[in-house]
């Protein structure tokens, strides 16, 4: 090969390109945007398909908060947590006074539709008004929960609770209450408080006799302890009804089967999300007096 044929391949084969930092730049541009824009699109999808929140979310003296003023002040209990929510409001300014002041802008609301208009004059920002509606839908399972069931007592029944749950226990090594116990006399009457179906009977060593009722439309695990008899011979797969006679308080437990004595009559009442063996306990207390009322 000559020496200029050489040149010549060697010019073709080394090719400079020069770059329009121009075009480069308004590229560059338009690709952020587009992520950006990707970004925002999957959040939005994200938060408009929120999961259902579980009562453990709230603090149990806040969910009690709510329930009472909706019974002073008939604004439904889920739209004042629902804009607590939207607003991302910290626990230590979660109060009566700031939901009070809230459930004035909703009173006389009786269509769930006409939220966005009784919001406006709260916060006439309709991404607001969005996303409060997002935390409602969010709240559903909570209200589940909360209605259409009925205090384990009967009305004329006498009785006092506290909330005790969280509170320790030592019987069987070192644990925390589960549950609120409910004092009255021994030999009242315990109704379910929801229709469902028994999941467990018989005894129980911390329980004494006990039932576990499955809800029916809530799916929640419902425990009755330290009864004195059952109303029948209830067993499990056996189908109950809201407001159904299940049994009898007592004070059975804390030992082998018969044990009687140990404490004063009482109900214990428990709640639980899940299945035996991983069930996970929330506070009844916000219930009870929601139901109670």
Same mark, same amino acid.
């Not at 409602?136 to 209605?147: D, F, G, N, P, T």
């Not at 009785?159 to 226990?169: L, Q």
């Not at 329980?207 to 011979?233: F, M, P, Q, T, V």
């Given at each position: 090969?000559s020496?200029?044929?050489r040149?010549s ?5 080394y ?7 121009k075009?480069?730049?308004?590229f ?5 945007l ?20 579980t009562?453990?979310k709230f ?7 709510y329930?009472e003023?909706?019974k002073e ?6 739209y ?5 929510l ?5 626990? $230590? ?7 009070a ?5 909703? $009173? ?9 208009d ?9 991404s607001f ?18 209605e259409d069931?009925i205090?384990p007592?009967? $009305?004329?029944?006498?009785?006092t609770?506290?909330d ?13 209450h ?5 004092? $009255?006399?021994h ?8 229709d469902g179906?028994i999941?467990?009977s018989?005894?129980n060593?911390l ?7 499955r ?18 011979d209830p067993?499990?797969?056996?189908k109950?009804k809201?407001?159904q ?11 082998q089967e ?6 004063l009559?009482?109900?214990?009442f ?6 035996e063996g991983k069930?996970r ?13």
């Amino acid at each position: 090969m000559s020496l200029s044929s050489r040149s010549s391949y060697t010019a073709r084969r080394y090719r400079y390109y020069v770059v329009n930092r121009k075009r480069l730049t308004l590229f560059l541009i338009t690709a952020a945007l587009f992520i950006i824009f990707l970004v925002l699109l999957i959040l939005n999808l994200i938060s408009s398909h929120k999961g259902q929140y579980t009562v453990d979310k709230f603090v149990s003296g806040d969910l009690l908060m709510y329930f009472e003023l909706e019974k002073e002040m008939d604004v439904p209990w889920y739209y004042l947590a629902a804009i607590d929510l939207a607003e991302d409001i910290p626990e $230590t300014e979660i109060s009566r006074e700031r939901s009070a002041g809230i459930a004035l802008h909703l $009173t006389g609301m009786k269509n769930p539709e006409d939220l966005s208009d009784f919001l406006s004059s709260y916060n006439n920002s309709k991404s607001f008004h969005r996303k409060v509606e997002r935390e409602v839908k969010a709240l559903s399972h909570i209200r589940l929960i909360a209605e259409d069931k009925i205090f384990p007592f009967a $009305t004329n029944a006498e009785y006092t609770y506290e909330d005790g749950y969280g509170d320790p226990r030592s019987y069987g090594g070192r644990r925390s209450h589960e549950g609120i116990d409910i004092m $009255t006399d021994h030999g009242v009457p315990i109704l379910s408080v929801c229709d469902g179906e028994i999941e467990k009977s018989g005894w129980n060593e911390l329980g004494g006799w006990r039932l576990g009722i499955r809800g029916a439309k809530d799916n929640i695990y419902y425990y009755y302890a330290h009864l004195s008899r059952y109303e029948g011979d209830p067993k499990p797969g056996d189908k109950v009804k809201k407001g159904q006679l299940i049994g009898y308080v007592g004070d059975s437990g804390y030992g082998q089967e018969g044990t009687t004595g140990e404490f004063l009559p009482h109900l214990h009442f428990g709640m639980y999300y899940g299945k035996e063996g991983k069930l996970r306990p929330f506070n009844p207390y916000p219930f009870l007096m929601a139901w109670e009322r």
